[in-house]
Each structure stands twice: as C-alpha cells, then as structure tokens.
C-alpha cells in the first residue's frame, strides 16, 4: 500500500466528463489499497475567466482581492470531484487550501507554502478515505487567501507530498509526460522515461509549461519522487529523477525550452564609467522588476549600449524607468520591444562536450535568425531572437540535435 499525492490540471478536469474520468481513475487506485490525496486545478480557461472579470472593474486590482477571486476556481472542482466520487460509493472529502492548512506568506499572486498542517489530511487518511485539496491557494498570517502564481497547482501537489512523506507526486496532465520540446510546437517531439531534476528545473525556468518551476524546487528540496502522466492515456510517464542518468543514455542536449514572456531594453549611447550599471538597474529593482539577460557592448568613443531583458508584463513600466534614467545619465536614447522570444537548449551532456553554442548559432544562421543577445551557464545556453522565429527555431535546432522522434539522439 502506497501513499500517492496526484495532482490533476485544467484540462484534466475541464468538464464534468472529465472529472468523472478523474473519479474513475482515482477509484481505481483506492480500490488497490492506496492511500489518496488528490490536488486539483480550476476547469481550463476558468482562471483566465474569473482575470478577464477583474479586468472589467479595474485596470490594476488589489491582489488581495484578485486571490480572493481566482481562488474560487479551484473550490468548484474541488467540490465536483468529491461528487463523483462519493457517487462511486467512495468515501472522499473536499479541503480548501485553508481547511487543510496550506500556510503561506502574504505575497499576493505569488505567494510561497511556509507549512502545511497534516492534522485534517491524516484524520481521513486514516478513516479509509481519499482526500481532495484545492490547488493553487493558501493562507497567510492575517487569514487572507493567497495563490501561488499562475500553473501553482503542481506546487501544491508536491508541498502536499513533501509535508505527508508521500511515495511519489503524480502530475496529470494533457501531454503523456515530459517532451524533449513542446509537443505543440514541434510534432516530432520525444517523450522522455527519465529526466534528471537539474534539467527539469533549467527546462522549467527557461519557459517550460509543463511543471511550475517552484513544484521543481520543491522536489528536490524535499526529495519528492515526481512524476509526470497523462490523464487521457495509460502510461508510465516521465520520472523526474534525483539521479544523474549514465552518460551512455543521456544525450548532450535533452532539451529545448521556449519563453514568450520576455521584452528587451536598450539605453543607447550611456556614459562608460563605473557604476553605470549599478545606476540603470537600481531603479529598474526598486520597482520590483526581474532582470533577465544583460548585454553591454565594448565601449567605442566613450560610450556604450547597455540591453537587457524583463519579463513581458514590466515592459511598459521598465521603458518608463529607462525613459527618465536617459536624461539623467545623459544617454542617447532609451528603446525596447516585446516582439521577442527566448529560446533555450538544456543538457548535463553539455558539461561534458564543447561545441554546443558554436553548432546552434550555425543552425539558427542557415535560417536567418538573428540572435539578439546570449547567455549560457553549464547545462544551458539561452538566446533572445524575434518571437516570429520562434517555432523555426526550435524546430531546426530539435532536429540539428538529434532530438526528433525517428532520429537516434546523439
Ligand atoms: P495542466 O493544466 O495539466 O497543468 P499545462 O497546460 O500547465 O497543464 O501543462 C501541460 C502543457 O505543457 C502541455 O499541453 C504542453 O503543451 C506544454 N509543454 C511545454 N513544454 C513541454 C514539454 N517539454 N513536455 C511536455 N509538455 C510541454
Ligand atoms: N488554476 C491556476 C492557473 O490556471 C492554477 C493551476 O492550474 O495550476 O494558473
Ligand atoms: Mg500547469
């Protein structure tokens, strides 16, 4: 007898169809002596819906209020689920985030779990029955609802885990586990059987959909066994492990992630002194926005460009910052544009062999891409290209690599 935490995703429960299709297979596990804490997420589209309501009231809603919002989503699956299960003669019972004592900070929209209280989870543990959690929300000290960022459902599955010492996280979702790319964006797409946890995590940073990065974290934090299946179709998915597959394997690249969220800013003809750095990106922090990539070019005349990436929605207020910081540091000109992508090839093979970033800037120069700017750590190199290249790009560097389906990788 184990004790799984699954956590089923939008698409997984996107009708009542499918959520009967959730209690079916939930059974089913029940009926083998498992022990069950299932978490799920709001109907898809549903999150997307209750934001466009916001926005009908307001352009900038207190996040306080937008949690108390989008949090209701996932209280209607909740209670849909424990439903059908109940109809199947199975003892289930529903928990919202705060009923079942996911404790978090106050960081609205983004919060992070601080402790979970096993208490309520155990009682119906114990009394035979399976447990149904609703995804993605919490509660901070002053008893307001929190979420956990948009795809916080994973993260609540494996907080979930971690806190009841659960044999393995199941993530169900619409794909039969984790790809060597978006098996949207590219058809000829492989599942992988393993993936090791540091890939998953570059991959999940880097854009990747499929796992929200902080379930990654995590999981290896709390050494959570993780998996991810499909709902739709039997398998065995994609295990991501904590061990380093052998090299014979593991492939020089395991994967390509993509990311459209991404905007980039020049300010042009600035003042090479010291300090100017320091100068552009002070005030870009203090207003609370991440910084990507940065690229400063050689100085010729004095005076350099200074680039560096945002994440799409700070586009606007990052130009703004940059607008006012030309005057002051005497700059030429303050520019930008949101028609941008990056694109990112992961592998641990990477440490091991030379000549991945020659042979992928080769790739995206037979097809004309130009590369906007770089950056590369050991087990990935990430490259900024305009976003209508986007599919091209990762199509032609899946099959340079060796990744595509037929093909035996390198
Ligand atoms: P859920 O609603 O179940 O959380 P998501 O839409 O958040 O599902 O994540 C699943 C989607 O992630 C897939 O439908 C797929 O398009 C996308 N995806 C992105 N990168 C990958 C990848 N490397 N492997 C598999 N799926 C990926
Ligand atoms: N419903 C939330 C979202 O759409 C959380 C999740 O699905 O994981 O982002
Ligand atoms: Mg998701």
């Known amino acids: 007898m184990a004790l799984y935490v699954q956590k089923y995703g939008g698409t997984s429960v996107g009708s009542i169809e499918r959520i009967e299709a959730v209690a079916d297979k939930v059974k089913s596990f029940h009926d083998a002596g498992h022990q069950l804490v299932v978490a799920v997420s709001a109907m898809s589209g549903e999150t997307n819906r209750l934001i466009g309501l916001a926005k009908g009231i307001s352009d900038s809603p207190t996040p306080r209020e937008m949690d108390v919002l989008v949090s209701t989503g996932e209280q209607v699956t909740i209670a849909l689920l424990a439903m059908a299960l109940q109809k199947r003669g199975v003892n289930a019972r529903s928990f919202t985030g705060w009923q079942v004592g996911i404790k978090t900070d106050s960081a609205y929209m983004k919060a992070r779990i601080e402790d979970i209280d096993t208490q309520a989870m155990r009682k119906q543990l114990d009394a035979g029955g399976v447990v149904i959690v609703a995804g993605f929300q919490g509660i901070d ?4 609802i929190t979420t956990l960022g948009r795809g916080g459902s994973d993260t609540t599955g494996v907080a979930l885990a971690a806190a009841l010492g659960a044999d393995e996280c199941q993530i169900y979702t619409d794909v039969d586990g984790v790809y060597t790319t978006d098996p949207r964006v590219v058809p000829a797409a492989r599942r992988m059987d393993k993936v090791t946890f540091e890939e998953m995590l570059e991959m999940a940073s880097l854009g990747s959909k499929i796992l929200q990065i902080r379930s990654v974290e995590f999981a290896g934090k709390y050494k959570v066994p993780l998996r991810v299946l499909s709902s739709f179709k039997e398998g065995n998915g994609t295990l991501i492990t904590m061990e380093e597959i052998s090299s014979v394997e593991n492939p ?9 969220d991404e905007a980039k800013l020049t300010l042009k003809g600035v ?7 320091s100068r552009i990106l002070v005030p870009i922090s203090d207003a609370n926005i991440e910084v990507d990539m ?6 010729e005349d004095g005076t350099t460009d200074f680039t560096f990436t945002v994440n799409r929605s700070d586009y606007q207020k990052a130009l703004k910052i940059l607008g006012n910081l030309s005057q002051e540091l005497n700059a030429r000109e303050a520019t930008g544009t949101d028609d941008i992508c990056k694109v990112s090839m992961v592998g641990v093979g990477m440490r091991s062999h030379a000549g991945v970033a020659s042979k992928m800037f080769k790739v995206l120069a037979d097809e004309n891409i130009n590369i906007l700017a770089i950056t590369t750590s050991e087990i990935k190199i990430s490259v900024v290209i305009a976003e209508k290249y986007l599919e091209l790009a990762v199509r032609a560097l899946h099959t340079a690599f060796g990744l595509d389906a037929e093909e035996q990788a390198e």
């Not at 020089?252 to 459209?260: E, L, M, P, T, W």
């Open 294 to 299: 940065i690229v400063q070019n050689v100085s």
């Open 252 to 260: 020089v690249i395991s994967g390509i992630a993509f990311n459209r």
């Open 141 to 144: 000290d002053d008893n307001s």
């Open 271 to 277: 003042p090479d002194v010291p300090g100017v750095a």
